[in-house]
C-alpha cells in the first residue's frame, strides 16, 4: 500500500528575518525548507519556534515550483507540515514531480 499526497492551497513559507526558515530533517544533513498549509499551523508553528516572520503565501502549485526553483542549490529539501500526522519530507525535486510533473521553466 502507499500514501497518497494532497497539496493543498494556499500554503506558506516563513520569511524570518533575512532568509525563509529551513529545518535538517532527521535523515538528512541538508536543510529542508519549511511549508505549511494553513493560518493555524503557521500560527501555532511560528509560536512554537520563535519565528516573527511573516507568512509567505503561495496560492497554486505552479506558484511554489517557481519559489522552490529559486531556493539556493543546497536546498535540496522539502518538509511540509513538520511536526504533524500529516507531515511530507522528501527531495523538492520529487515534490515537484508529483505535484506538477517538474521543475518550471525558466526560459
Known sequence: M??????????????????????ATPSESTPAIVILTDDDLLDRYRADHGLIGAGVPFY????????????????TRIAIDPGTKKMFTGSIEDFLRKIIGGFPDNN
Open 60 to 75: 497554486s502549485a505552479p506558484e511554489l515550483a517557481l519559489f522552490l526553483d529559486l531556493l539556493p542549490r543546497h536546498v
Open 2 to 23: 502507499h500514501a497518497q499526497f494532497l497539496m493543498v492551497f494556499p500554503a506558506y513559507a516563513i520569511r524570518d528575518r533575512n532568509d525563509f526558515h529551513y529545518i
